[in-house]
């Protein structure tokens, strides 16, 4: 008997009623205190209008505002009741999402808008890899395949087609004398990391020894064999600072946000006492709580 009345559902009900009236007891009930102003300004509704303008191409129109509007105020009151539930605590997207808002706070309030040209300078300076520029060539390449000729017969026929070439260096043929390879046969002005993407690491590598002006090889590369023409090369180098300036001033705000965000937090930490509980190996608790950190 006594089975079969708290299996009802009814008393599921009522003892589920009564735990979220004490829980409203507890927390306050809203409707036991005067009503709460929720105020939406002149500014509020402004750049509601304007992000409808920017997500549409267009205004809203009245309707529509009053829409957005009568949206914005259900979101508050939602909002209002949730923090008196609770409903924030515990939750990690929550505390993800205000975490995010705390360091952006701090980056707007401890970063300058704008370095000063003595910042810039020595932050390049101090960082001077980042804004390495790249060595660049312009070369033509004409391609033997190992796998097609056998390594043996390709080397011979990449020292006897050099010769030729070399005797005439305008190369009129060696497209024609070279094997088929899906790649481009000449670059202008191209990147070491666009050599290295195309032709691997070795060939781009081995590049950097090749004296302009003349047909030199075989260079070696994941395809096979390849014979080069250089016609200019530009060897990497540390650009002043009028020819990087912007990339320089993107990253010294960069690292100016992390350093903010990093006193903030510092400042925030000293008022804490962080205890951390031992785990074992296996993340079961294991004996008395570590030091405080």
Request: hydrophobic share 40%; net charge negative.
């Amino acid at each position: 008997m006594m089975r079969r009345i708290l299996g009802e559902p009814l008393l599921h009900f009522a003892v589920l009623g009564a735990l979220l009236f004490a829980l409203f007891r507890m927390l306050g009930d809203p409707r036991d205190t005067a009503p709460q102003r929720v105020v939406v300004t002149t500014g509020q509704i402004q750049r509601l209008a304007e992000t409808w303008r920017r997500t549409w191409q267009r205004p809203p129109t009245r309707a529509e505002l009053d829409g957005l509007v009568q949206e914005y105020v259900r979101e508050e009151i939602l909002y209002r009741e949730a923090l008196a539930l609770g409903l924030d605590r515990n939750d990690t997207i929550v505390r993800r999402r205000l975490r995010q808002k705390m360091e952006f706070l701090s980056e707007d309030l401890g970063t300058p808008a704008q370095a000063s040209e003595e910042e810039l300078q020595s932050f390049l300076e101090a960082h001077p890899e980042r804004f390495r520029m790249e060595a660049r060539f312009s070369f033509r390449q004409v391609f033997l395949s190992s796998e097609r000729r056998g390594d043996a017969s390709a080397v011979q026929e990449a020292a006897r087609l050099l010769v030729a070439l070399q005797e005439d260096p305008a190369g009129a043929d060696a497209d024609a004398a070279g094997d088929p390879l899906p790649l481009r046969t000449e670059l202008s002005d191209a990147s070491e990391s666009e050599v290295k993407r195309t032709f691997g690491n070795d060939f781009a590598e081995a590049l950097r020894d090749v004296a302009p002006g003349r047909w030199q090889g075989p260079i070696a590369s994941a395809y096979g064999l390849h014979l080069v023409f250089v016609r200019a090369r530009t060897p990497a180098r540390h650009p002043t600072l009028d020819e990087v300036r912007e990339r320089v001033q993107s990253e010294w705000l960069v690292q100016r946000r992390r350093e903010a965000n990093e006193s903030v937090y510092r400042r925030f930490r000293e008022r804490y006492e962080v205890v951390i509980e031992e785990v074992g190996a296996d993340g079961s608790a294991a004996g008395s709580p570590g030091e405080s950190q």
